[in-house]
């Protein structure tokens, strides 16, 4: 049988925290799931700690979502478990003043010869004097 590692051991006022988290309207899901996972993932627990399966079924989410919240738990610490880190990705390209021009390009009118077909005006900017 295999040690089980990323043993989750929380404190009085750890569990309080994360029980009051839990009950708190304005967090979001993720993060009160996070906290659930803790929570069942306790050693210290009246019932018991729950396997990671036992708490992936209870609470709908992956059992490597379970894994990973433990991990960054007992690596971390608890405030970093329960945030959500940076995630990479795509910049935004269009910024600033470009985006304020666009803006004001496609809630202009369309230029002359162009028919307005449906909700929205659709032209080509290729023929405009606009540039970004």
């Given at each position: 049988?295999?040690v089980k590692?990323?043993?989750?051991?929380?404190?009085?006022?750890?569990?309080k925290?994360?029980?009051?988290?839990?009950?708190?309207?304005?967090?979001?899901?993720r993060?009160?799931?996070?906290?659930?996972?803790l929570?069942?993932?306790?050693?210290?627990?009246a019932?018991?700690?729950?396997?990671?399966?036992?708490i992936a079924?209870?609470?709908?989410?992956?059992a490597?979502?379970?894994?990973?919240?433990r991990q960054?738990?007992?690596?971390?610490?608890?405030e970093?478990?329960?945030?959500?880190?940076?995630?990479?990705?795509?910049?935004?390209?269009?910024?600033?003043?470009?985006?304020?021009k666009i803006?004001?390009?496609?809630?202009s009118?369309?230029?002359?010869?162009?028919e307005?077909?449906?909700?929205c005006a659709?032209?080509?900017?290729?023929?405009?004097?606009?540039?970004?």
């Amino acid at each position: 049988m295999r040690v089980k590692e990323n043993r989750v051991r929380l404190s009085q006022k750890q569990q309080k925290h994360l029980k009051k988290l839990t009950r708190k309207g304005v967090v979001s899901a993720r993060k009160v799931n996070r906290a659930r996972v803790l929570l069942l993932s306790d050693e210290a627990r009246a019932s018991g700690r729950k396997s990671d399966p036992e708490i992936a079924d209870i609470l709908d989410i992956s059992a490597a979502t379970v894994f990973r919240t433990r991990q960054r738990f007992c690596q971390e610490g608890l405030e970093e478990a329960l945030t959500e880190k940076a995630r990479s990705g795509r910049p935004k390209e269009v910024r600033g003043l470009a985006k304020a021009k666009i803006t004001a390009l496609t809630c202009s009118q369309a230029p002359a010869g162009r028919e307005v077909a449906g909700p929205c005006a659709c032209w080509p900017i290729k023929g405009s004097n606009w540039r970004m």
